[in-house]
């Protein structure tokens, strides 16, 4: 799985998380807070199957 951006590629600041995955806590996007620069977001396979497997279980 690809880490997120660490540093920015617009103006090489330090990166910040901007979002988290509900399910594992890790980030899934990151925002550069000096430009505004937001690469696409993450996606964690692994929280994606579960969350599909969680919410066919609860189906009635």
Do not use: F, K, N, Q
Request: one cysteine or more.
């Amino acid at each position: 799985m690809p880490m997120p951006e660490t540093m920015c590629r617009r103006c090489g600041a330090e990166m910040a998380e901007h979002a988290d995955c509900d399910l594992c806590g890790r980030a899934l996007s990151v925002i550069c807070p000096e430009c505004g620069y937001l690469p696409d977001d993450r996606v964690h396979v692994d929280c994606v199957t579960a969350a599909s497997l969680l919410s066919s279980t609860r189906a009635p």
